[in-house]
């Protein structure tokens, strides 16, 4: 592993109540089902996929408006070499949309994430298409998404929709099956001061932000049935033959 790597497995725990929850379920999936490689599509620099033994294939495309590089989204070509420097289990670093077909890649993946994706997306059944087929025939899908059922798709200038629980399992019963959808993470003030940056120049602020963590991820234990003050959905579902 390399010293970036070791940084943040350590540092891991004073994350968000998100964070911790993502790389809780994925250790989880990849010990249970014996995964040996992943696909993260959408996922920037890949962060919940540090530790992981296997190996990992990135798909992602780089900013296409100021609004999206203001949000950091997307891999232009200056960070896709920073990533193949911080990281060890990084096989392939693939720019291309999603949406698109002839995607540059051969194998088949037994694990798929789609994190805090889909909600940018207006062709949301070609990208799951094109998913579906990157998957082997027992691939997992792992996708993240705000709750549709509580929070307003209008509260980020990048978003094209937020799907309610229902339109969710819809929509993934298309092409997945075994489709489980549950809320996860408690919103409100702890959680939102939880998602400050990490500025080590400011120690108190620093704290502060590491405390409404820990808060929140106490606030989010068993919420998995509650819609109202919930920030997300995720799903997990194997792929259909």
Excluded: W
């Amino acid at each position: 592993m390399t010293i970036y790597e070791i940084s943040y497995k350590v540092l891991r725990i004073m994350l968000s109540a998100f964070d911790n929850r993502i790389t809780r379920d994925i250790k989880t999936i990849t010990k249970t089902n014996n995964i040996k490689s992943i696909v993260d599509v959408g996922g920037r620099k890949s962060p919940y996929t540090i530790g992981f033994s296997g190996k990992v294939t990135i798909i992602d495309k780089p900013p296409k408006n100021e609004i999206q590089k203001t949000l950091n989204l997307g891999i232009d070509y200056e960070k896709k070499i920073e990533i193949n420097k911080n990281r060890s289990n990084i096989k392939n670093i693939i720019l291309h949309d999603i949406t698109e077909k002839n995607i540059n890649v051969s194998e088949k993946f037994d694990l798929a994430l789609f994190i805090e994706v889909i909600e940018h997306i207006e062709e949301d059944e070609k990208a799951l298409s094109n998913i579906h087929n990157l998957l082997s025939n027992e691939g997992i899908l792992y996708l993240t998404t705000p709750n549709g059922d509580y929070i307003p798709s209008d509260n980020n200038p990048d978003h094209v929709k937020h799907y309610t629980r229902d339109e969710l399992k819809l929509l993934l019963s298309k092409y997945f099956k075994n489709v489980k959808i549950e809320y996860a993470i408690r919103t409100g003030k702890f959680r939102l001061r939880s998602l400050n940056a990490y500025k080590i120049k400011h120690p108190l602020k620093l704290v502060i932000t590491i405390i409404n963590g820990f808060i929140n991820k106490i606030q989010s234990i068993g919420v998995k049935n509650q819609y109202l003050r919930t920030a997300h959905l995720i799903a997990i579902c194997s792929r259909k033959k």
